[in-house]
């Protein structure tokens, strides 16, 4: 893959972490994470142990070239933010995204933690809890499957927010994932725009790109 056509954003030449089955095997992955540090880790199922022993024996180190092109899957994750992981549905051939949860370093946690409210610019916390509509929290890898984008966000009674896109039909039920506030704003920017609003109010829109309305509250 030229570097004129390289589809992620990450330095084609950086590291990543990887199972070394995969690279016998890259039907056998199971996740990925996008550490916040915008370094990819790249398993089978595994995950890291406190025996660097079996660290050394699970997992080696490729350049991210390599790894796109052993899992070319890879490069529908071009748009995933920082420290978020996607697990990968094999059957559908698509990822199911969701936030990274704290690390076993505390001291660590603290200061990206620290780092990620110093610089959100929004209403609210980046770091709080958003219920978005299932197909939010997939990506594809099928070029002809919809594009995703939020229909409606309501803030509701209690303060909290759910975000449902256009593929859920007005009026019936459907299943939610959970993503931290600033992931769902960097997957979908335009949300940012109604993030001032009360609780109990609802914003709706026609089509993506479409003005905001609000319809209730």
């Given at each position: 893959?030229?570097?004129?056509?390289?589809?992620?954003?990450?330095?084609?030449?950086?590291?990543?972490?990887?199972?070394r089955?995969?690279?016998?095997?890259?039907?056998?992955?199971?996740?990925?994470?996008?550490?916040?540090?915008?370094?990819?880790?790249?398993?089978?199922?595994?995950?890291?142990?406190?025996?660097?022993?079996?660290?050394?024996?699970?997992?080696?180190?490729?350049?991210?070239?390599?790894?796109?092109e052993?899992?070319?899957?890879?490069?529908?994750?071009?748009?995933?933010?920082?420290g978020?992981?996607?697990?990968?549905?094999?059957?559908?051939?698509?990822?199911?995204?969701?936030?990274?949860?704290?690390?076993?370093d505390?001291?660590?946690?603290?200061?990206?933690?620290?780092?990620?409210?110093?610089?959100?610019?929004?209403p609210?916390?980046?770091?709080?809890?958003?219920?978005?509509?299932?197909?939010?929290?997939?990506?594809?890898?099928?070029?002809?499957?919809?594009?995703?984008?939020?229909?409606?966000?309501?803030?509701?009674?209690?303060g909290?927010?759910?975000?449902?896109?256009?593929?859920?039909?007005e009026?019936?039920?459907?299943?939610?994932?959970?993503?931290e506030?600033?992931?769902?704003?960097?997957?979908?920017?335009?949300?940012?725009?109604?993030?001032?609003?009360?609780p109990?109010?609802?914003?709706d829109?026609?089509?993506?790109?479409?003005?905001?309305?609000?319809?209730?509250?």
């Amino acid at each position: 893959m030229s570097s004129e056509n390289w589809p992620l954003r990450q330095d084609p030449e950086s590291p990543v972490i990887i199972s070394r089955s995969l690279v016998e095997d890259p039907s056998n992955l199971a996740f990925v994470v996008l550490d916040d540090d915008g370094d990819w880790f790249i398993s089978d199922g595994n995950e890291f142990s406190e025996d660097m022993d079996l660290n050394r024996d699970a997992f080696g180190a490729l350049p991210l070239r390599d790894a796109v092109e052993l899992i070319p899957a890879l490069t529908a994750l071009a748009g995933l933010p920082t420290g978020m992981a996607a697990d990968w549905d094999s059957e559908r051939r698509a990822w199911l995204l969701s936030s990274v949860a704290d690390s076993d370093d505390d001291e660590e946690d603290l200061l990206v933690r620290a780092a990620r409210l110093a610089a959100w610019t929004h209403p609210g916390s980046p770091l709080e809890e958003v219920q978005v509509s299932t197909e939010l929290a997939e990506i594809s890898t099928d070029p002809a499957a919809p594009a995703r984008a939020v229909r409606q966000v309501v803030r509701e009674a209690d303060g909290s927010w759910l975000l449902v896109g256009f593929q859920v039909p007005e009026n019936e039920d459907f299943e939610v994932e959970a993503l931290e506030m600033e992931h769902a704003v960097t997957l979908y920017p335009d949300v940012a725009l109604v993030l001032s609003a009360a609780p109990g109010q609802v914003y709706d829109r026609p089509s993506a790109g479409a003005p905001w309305e609000l319809v209730e509250g």
